[in-house]
């Protein structure tokens, strides 16, 4: 079993959509939590990142991780096209916290 | 300040031969780590460096090696290249250990005919 789970889509929605972006992990030990987005032909960029359990929100963006059941999800609010990218869950582990990725989301928003 | 910059951006190899990435990190960041992203398997970590020492290492064979120079900046070398190489080499440089920004660079696009 992978360390971080993520279903590659894609996930195809309409312009102002609700999104819901989701990972599973396998370690209760793991403590941070993160979202990377990568556009076509470029790097991925760092989104948000959350500590423990809870809700962090920035602008249309909710990061959200229950513990409990050792799952992560991001939720995008009033989806844009500008939207259409890739969405990879990270978590930092080991001695030096390298992040360990999921495969990524496929996210695409058409008008 | 200058983001990360990998060189060179594409390249087309045969298979048997060898290859060498470079990736110049953010100035001032001492980690660099390097990443495999491939539409099957995503992005799978390949070793970090941090202060010229290799600190972590994935899952990869020996043909994949890498290292750091002084001025922290990394290159990666692959072997023996097999047709199943072939994918985007991700570099990413964090200022320090710890719970730190990973940025990324552009990749580098390495066909393996």
């Known amino acids: 079993q992978k360390e971080v789970e993520q279903d590659p889509g894609p996930l195809s929605v309409p312009e102002g959509a609700i999104v819901s972006l989701n990972c599973t992990y396998s370690?209760?030990?793991?403590?941070?939590f993160m979202w990377y987005r990568q556009y076509s032909r470029k790097g991925p960029e760092l989104l948000m990142y959350?500590?423990?359990?809870g809700n962090k929100e920035d602008g249309r963006f909710t990061a959200q991780v229950d513990k409990s059941s050792k799952y992560i999800s991001l939720f995008i609010r009033d989806s844009q096209p500008s939207d259409s990218a890739t969405y990879l869950c990270a978590i930092p582990s080991g001695g030096s916290y390298i992040p360990t990725f999921g495969r990524g989301t496929s996210l695409i928003v058409h008008p | 300040k200058a983001g990360v910059t990998q060189t060179p951006r594409y390249l087309i190899k045969t298979r048997g031969q060898q290859v060498t990435l470079s990736c110049s990190p953010i100035?001032?960041?001492?980690?660099v780590s390097w990443y495999q992203q491939t539409p099957g398997q995503g992005l799978q970590f390949l070793f970090e460096?941090?202060?010229?020492?290799?600190?972590n290492k994935g899952n990869f064979p020996g043909r994949f090696s890498g290292r750091q120079f002084s001025n922290s900046r990394s290159e990666m070398n692959v072997s023996t290249l097999e047709l199943g190489d072939s994918a985007l080499y991700l570099c990413a440089s964090r200022i320090d250990e710890g719970i730190t920004e990973a940025f990324f660079g552009q990749g580098t696009r390495l066909t393996v005919v």
């Open positions: 100035s001032g960041h001492r980690s």
């Open positions: 959350t500590y423990s359990s």
């Open positions: 460096y941090f202060s010229e020492t290799q600190r």
């Open positions: 370690n209760s030990a793991f403590q941070y």
